[in-house]
């Protein structure tokens, strides 16, 4: 018996001293795995903090007109900008040792452990405020053991390279609050209609009990269950000694008023334009959707939403209702390319299709001024005379015989001048300018224009047959009205990221693209559509909306079958409005057909009402003299009419108006010319 007791005695001691070995090597192999891990959390270094923000986009006076349309609203503030209330009532009730612990609360996952085991599945959680803002940086939320060691990981890196106050912040504004809203302000805009930082007690405490189940505590689908929620929420506060009983009864009692959305809205403001802002951002600028949607970019752009506003005000009143006809606008600073408003068709919901940047149609006349740019450059000037008679013009190269016509069927049945065949829309003499020119001529002066969609070279895309865009029609008048610089239609000013880094920066640059000199000559036979001395077969085609002007204008209209368009300008401002059916359907109806011209001349009008009243700038290289228009000669008192007309120097006219004698006829013109002269360049422009 005593052998026994001695082999049973040391064979308890040999347990005994493998049992503490074994201890031992666990807690080794514990320790190295450990400083293992915090080492390689060291080596790996802080991990990356960007989330998923949303992005804001601006007018040029600074106010927000939209943000990313994703289903997510996602706010990035700074912890001083949130309530108090809610971080305590967020702590209190989700982490009440986050200021004490390291990432992990050990008594908590122990309880969790064990309810764990006891459900055999996992069924509780004990994740810190670390451990959950680990899992909304970095993780997905599913409930598996592999993820929740990876979140552990990630909780070790916040830990040992940010602040409590960091990851506080980080977490309160990544949390999802249901509705898609994410983070601490989105759920205060969504639910309160107002700042995070100024909730009440009895707001912070609705919001905070929200992220336990959205689909459950949120006050807009049971408002029973979050104001229980929001009691267990009073009632730790005052158990951890945040709030007093008398603010936790107060806060119980607190009238709450729900809003149920977000105050910005993603199609109120300009919806066609914020969409080419989205597209430039993609295919122009090559950012990914990702980075669009939820990048938190800061994109500052050109548009004026008093002018956007002007413009679509404008379109609702002008057009009838009931009327089925679409539009294309687009107002643009012709001295930067600042697109200040656009208006892409009738009604965006019913269709996004954007007729100012998208569709391509018959500009019509409206291509004129561009042909006879090109003519002046090749030695035409403002009373260069050809016959307007009804003409069928063939051609030794195989091409069908081709005749165009005027309005009405109207010719001059004789020689008309440039001026006055601009200001009528003589088509005929614009046809004989094209071919005089050569074809070509007209497709080369349009890309210098601007204009890149593919021209046809035919004889009558002197009459604007061959498509283009409202946008690029619109910059093509915009550089007549800078004086020839070169532009481009800019939407995009600069891009920051939420952190103010600048991502992209428009840079302007204004190089001369056209002779000043006849760019100056062409603004002013443009103003001649609103002038009567203009008047011959017909009559000036402004004639129904001059009443309408309180200013000088200079601008053309253009009319196919199924388009009509009206474009004009000042030194301040370019607009240019395309209207018509989107199958191409002939436009029969006389008020369908008036839309273009009525758009425009009230939008300006508005738009410029507050702005000084400038007219174009004659260039040292231009004289004004009076003209005949009917003969193209310089006019003398006997002449029915006159109008100052401008040339360049070595183009100005030497034949005089055969109603008074060579004489009389110059003394006449002499005198005007001094008078001309000694006059400020404003009151010659006025002068006419």
């Not at 909730?199 to 979050?226: H, N, R």
């Not at 107060?250 to 008023?257: R, S, V």
């Not at 915009?478 to 939420?498: C, D, L, M, Q």
Request: charged share 20%.
């Amino acid at each position: 018996m005593e052998i026994m007791a001695k082999n049973r005695l040391k064979n308890s001691s040999k347990y005994f001293r493998l049992f503490v070995f074994l201890g031992l090597l666990s807690m080794i192999t514990v320790s190295i795995v450990v400083i293992g891990i915090l080492i390689y959390a060291k080596i790996l270094g802080p991990p990356p903090l960007a989330v998923s923000q949303s992005t804001f986009y601006y007018s040029d006076d600074g106010s927000i007109i939209g943000e990313s349309n994703n289903g997510q609203k996602r706010y990035w503030v700074p912890i001083e900008e949130i309530s108090p209330s809610l971080v305590n009532a967020t702590v209190s009730i989700e982490d009440k040792n986050f200021f004490t612990h390291h990432g992990f609360d050990y008594k908590r996952m122990a309880g969790a452990v064990l309810a764990d085991i006891k459900a055999m599945e996992k069924a509780q959680g004990a994740s810190t405020i670390t451990q959950q803002y680990a899992r909304n940086l970095f993780l997905e939320h599913d409930k598996t053991w592999k993820r929740k060691l990876s979140e552990a990981f990630y909780a070790i890196r916040l830990e040992m390279f940010y602040s409590k106050q960091e990851i506080l912040e980080g977490y309160l504004n990544t949390i999802y609050y249901g509705n898609g809203a994410y983070g601490a302000e989105a759920a205060s805009q969504y639910y309160f209609g107002k700042d995070a930082s100024d909730l009440s007690l009895g707001e912070a405490t609705m919001l905070a009990g929200i992220p336990k189940g959205p689909g459950s505590y949120s006050p807009l689908v049971s408002l029973d269950k979050a104001k229980q929620r929001q009691k267990i929420i009073l009632q730790s506060l005052k158990k951890n000694h945040y709030i007093n009983k008398t603010q936790m009864e107060q806060a119980l009692k607190e009238k709450l008023t729900y809003v149920g959305k977000f105050p910005i809205s993603n199609v109120e403001t300009a919806p066609y334009f914020q969409d080419t802002v989205k597209n430039i951002l993609k295919n122009e600028l090559h950012l990914d959707d990702r980075t669009i949607a939820l990048g938190g970019l800061r994109v500052y752009t050109t548009l004026n939403t008093k002018q956007q506003e002007i413009a679509e005000n404008t379109i609702h009143s002008v057009i009838n209702p009931k009327s089925n006809i679409q539009i294309g606008f687009v107002s643009m600073d012709p001295k930067t390319g600042y697109v200040k408003a656009m208006v892409g068709g009738r009604d965006y919901d019913k269709s996004p299709f954007n007729r100012a940047v998208q569709a391509t149609r018959q500009p019509g006349s409206t291509m004129k001024p561009l042909l006879y740019y090109a003519a002046l450059e090749h030695g035409f000037t403002p009373a260069t005379m050809m016959s307007s008679e009804k003409t069928t013009f063939r051609f030794e190269d195989g091409q069908d015989p081709y005749t165009p016509h005027n309005f009405n069927n109207k010719y001059a049945e004789g020689n008309i001048t440039l001026a006055q065949a601009l200001a009528l829309s003589d088509n005929v003499y614009a046809v004989k300018t094209h071919l005089f020119l050569g074809q070509n001529t007209l497709v080369e002066t349009a890309k210098r224009f601007g204009i890149s969609t593919p021209l046809q070279e035919v004889p009558s895309l002197a009459l604007g047959t061959s498509n283009v865009k409202v946008i690029e029609m619109a910059n093509a008048y915009s550089i007549f009205a800078n004086g020839g610089k070169k532009v481009e239609p800019v939407f995009i000013t600069k891009i920051e990221t939420a952190d103010g880094k600048v991502l992209y920066q428009h840079k302007q640059e204004q190089k001369r693209l056209l002779n000043k000199d006849l760019t100056f000559v062409m603004n002013e036979l443009m103003t001649g559509m609103f002038d009567k001395n203009l008047d011959g077969y017909s009559s000036v085609t402004g004639t129904t909306i001059m009443k309408e002007m309180n200013r000088i204008y200079a601008g053309k209209s253009g009319s196919t079958e199924s388009d009509s368009w009206m474009i004009g300008y000042t030194p301040q401002l370019v607009s240019a409005v395309w209207t018509g059916y989107d199958q191409g359907e002939p436009i029969t109806l006389a008020a369908d057909k008036t839309y273009a011209k009525n758009v425009w001349v009230h939008f300006m009008e508005e738009s410029l009402k507050e702005e000084p009243i400038k007219g174009f700038e004659p260039t040292k290289g231009t004289v004004g003299v009076y003209i005949d228009p009917k003969s193209g000669k310089l006019a003398t008192s006997g002449c029915p009419t006159k109008r100052l007309m401008y040339f360049t120097k070595e183009t100005v006219p030497t034949d005089y108006c055969s109603d008074l004698p060579k004489e009389d006829a110059s003394d006449s013109n002499k005198k005007g010319k001094k008078i001309e002269e000694k006059m400020p360049w404003y009151k010659r422009i006025f002068h006419w």
